[in-house]
């Protein structure tokens, strides 16, 4: 059923593409089949998707706006990339160190960042830490890399010098900016999710509360954008809730991230 769906819709995309004088690139679809642990072991058949006149069965891992997904959505290749590319571009940048002033090294560190570490990164929302540790690992270079300070200093004093949230709380950070929007009714509609209808009328009604869901797998479900947001949120003391500008909002949050991070 799910892979007719698929075929219908890719034949509606070529469609499309025919009538705005665009081709589909039939050799370069690709799709990925989610499979839990559990079966990944067992010997399944898997479907064949046709496209035009292909039949492409599912990849162990695929691009997808930036991000690697794979299978088991452990995004171990994922985060592989971005860390193998982000120690190539810190070598770059301390080949033209010594060419660069002040300001102009500290604005190629920041896109460094912003480009290479915080982009998608919302989707890696409850890895294992040691998956975390290596981003952390490329986010400490790039900081001593600005700092100009060795790899035996302490980071932490680096990192809060430098106002940069270790990577598990640069997470979380995302996510709640996604979710302030969410409230506030200022993100896409695919985004949104329902609030949380209160029986009664309190000092707190207005700092809205999103609506808690349960998710099956709690492995992969609690991942999800729908269960990781309304945890977050609900979680932020009533005055922070209740901002309804963002840059305040996002300066009040990183002040406790800030404090659960040294904590």
């Given at each position: 059923m799910a892979i007719s769906h698929m075929e219908e819709c890719i034949s509606e995309v070529r469609m499309w593409l025919s009538n705005n004088q665009l081709k589909l690139n039939d050799d370069k679809t690709d799709f990925l089949?989610?499979?839990?642990?559990?079966?990944?072991?067992?010997h399944i058949q898997l479907p064949v998707?046709?496209?035009?006149s292909l039949l492409i069965t599912p990849s162990s891992k695929s691009r997808n706006l930036g991000a690697v997904f794979d299978q088991g959505?452990?995004?171990?290749?994922?985060?592989?990339?971005?860390?193998?590319?982000g120690f190539f571009y810190l070598r770059s940048i301390?080949?033209?160190k010594k060419y660069l002033p002040a300001e102009a090294l500290a604005t190629r560190v920041h896109a460094f960042v912003s480009a290479r570490i915080d982009s998608c990164s919302s989707i890696l929302y409850g890895l294992p830490k040691y998956e975390i540790n290596r981003l952390q690992k490329l986010l400490n270079q790039a900081a001593r890399l600005l700092t100009h300070t060795g790899k035996y200093d302490q980071i932490t004093q680096i990192l809060r010098k430098l106002h940069w949230l270790p990577v598990h709380q640069r997470i979380q950070f995302k996510i709640l900016t996604l979710a302030h929007k969410v409230v506030y009714e200022t993100s896409p509609l695919y985004l949104r999710?329902?609030?949380h209808q209160q029986s009664r009328i309190t000092r707190s009604s207005s700092a809205p509360l999103l609506e808690r869901k349960r998710a099956k797998k709690r492995s992969a479900?609690?991942?999800a954008f729908?269960?990781?947001?309304?945890?977050?949120?609900n979680a932020l003391p009533v005055a922070i809730r209740s901002t309804g500008d963002l840059h305040t909002f996002q300066r009040l949050i990183e002040t406790i991230l800030f404090r659960n991070a040294s904590s």
């Open positions: 089949m989610l499979i839990p642990p559990s079966t990944r072991q067992k998707l046709s496209v035009g959505m452990t995004f171990h290749d994922h985060i592989s990339k971005t860390v193998s590319t301390v080949l033209a999710l329902p609030k479900g609690d991942r729908s269960v990781a947001a309304p945890s977050l949120w």
